[in-house]
């Protein structure tokens, strides 16, 4: 099963070049409601395994990514398409409503 990627300040852009949909979860350890998305986000992963591409953010190790994006709440989730931000959502939501913003992208 596919896990979501480890994205970094050092790996970003690499990501970012990638031709399919991406999610990033911008997350923290001691976030309450990361915790709760964070399941959610890995079965993601494995549902668009090859379709699109889901990673997370830990903004305590990488800042730079994080202000880069203005993230202030956490979690975010941001949808990029062709490296732009084209979707974002603020704060836990069910399954479904990120499954629906992911194949919008699709």
Do not use: H
């Not at 990627?5 to 970012?16: A, P, R």
Request: contains cysteine; aromatic residues 8%.
């Amino acid at each position: 099963m596919a896990k979501a990627i480890e994205i970094t300040d050092s790996n970003f852009e690499e990501i970012m070049k990638s031709e399919q949909p991406i999610l990033v979860d911008f997350w923290a350890e001691w976030c309450g409601p990361c915790k709760m998305i964070g399941p959610v986000v890995e079965e993601l992963a494995g549902d668009y395994e090859g379709k699109a591409v889901i990673g997370k953010v830990d903004v305590d190790s990488n800042p730079a990514v994080a202000a880069q994006f203005g993230i202030r709440s956490i979690p975010t989730l941001l949808f990029f398409k062709g490296g732009q931000i084209v979707d974002k959502q603020v704060g836990a939501v069910p399954k479904s409503v990120l499954a629906q913003k992911l194949d919008a992208q699709i």
